[in-house]
């Protein structure tokens, strides 16, 4: 296509948003366009700036014949902080307290908005280690680690309680679920996952993180790698924890089922972008 700088700008801005991690040679661009190399070179400075400045992301060069750009999202400290207060103001009503200090969060996992800020958060955080899928367990997990995987550009794989007839033969494991102590089974497709892969473990919720161990001791059976675990909400009200490094975004630190009062705080997300940065 022919088009003038300002639509090229455009177009290029939004090709780039929606191929996160993706290299795409100046080539690529200049046949799209019907432009010199050059040219495009300055458009993507430009759009290099903006998008800094913005808190948007980096478009990242890489030279040589088979280099190119990629765009790479970022969230900003500022705007990590303001989807951090909306997520605790949600969950604070007393509506959602549930027994056994469970809340009620199918509405906030359900609201896209919410859901995909939040995946660009994770997506933002974990863009520095290479990561080939993201991983969650079925089924209140799902929308998140699809928010997650656009952003990273790789695919999600679900971990189920049983195996299914329309995804073939399966791998399955028996695991302690952390707060219950009750033996549970999870099942992953063997075609979801190749050896070697490495994972990034998405989930909901977090209580003693017995079903975040349970899909790590998973990935060993796939001689797969765990690179990292987002966790939109933990719950501090925890003896023992079954998983220590992970990153979370807010925090229960006191649930009273009968009173029906919670207390939320953030998670340790901002803390590990401090240390990110140092």
Do not use: C
Not at 49 to 65: M, S
Not at 137 to 161: D, E, F, H, Q
């Amino acid at each position: 296509m022919k088009l003038k700088r300002s639509g090229r700008l455009v177009d290029l801005t939004r090709y780039l948003l929606q191929h996160p991690h993706q290299l795409v040679s100046l080539s690529f661009f200049s046949e799209r366009y019907g432009a010199a190399k050059s040219s495009i070179s300055e458009d993507l400075l430009i759009i290099k700036e903006n998008f800094e400045e913005q808190g948007v992301g980096w478009l990242v060069t890489v030279p040589g014949a088979a280099g190119g750009v990629r765009y790479i999202p970022r969230v900003s400290e500022k705007e990590a902080q303001e989807v951090i207060k909306e997520l605790k103001e949600l969950l604070s009503s007393s509506e959602r307290v549930l027994p056994g200090g469970y809340l009620y969060m199918t509405d906030i996992i359900g609201n896209p908005s919410i859901i995909d800020k939040v995946g660009r958060m994770f997506a933002s955080i974990f863009s520095g280690r290479k990561i080939d899928v993201v991983m969650t367990v079925a089924t209140k997990g799902i929308p998140l680690a699809y928010a997650v995987a656009s952003y990273l550009n790789v695919p999600v794989v679900i971990v189920r309680s049983n195996s299914r007839v329309t995804e073939g033969s399966t791998m399955s494991i028996n695991y302690v679920s952390g707060s219950t102590k009750r033996i549970q089974t999870m099942a992953l497709a063997k075609r979801s996952l190749q050896s070697g892969s490495n994972v990034l473990i998405v989930d909901d919720f977090m209580k003693a993180g017995g079903t975040i161990k349970g899909m790590m001791d998973l990935l060993q059976e796939f001689e797969a790698n765990m690179v990292g675990i987002g966790v939109l909400v933990e719950s501090e009200e925890v003896q023992e924890r079954l998983v220590d490094d992970y990153i979370s975004i807010a925090r229960l630190s006191n649930v009273d089922a009968r009173e029906k009062k919670i207390q939320v705080q953030a998670g340790n997300y901002l803390d590990r972008m401090e240390d990110d940065q140092s």
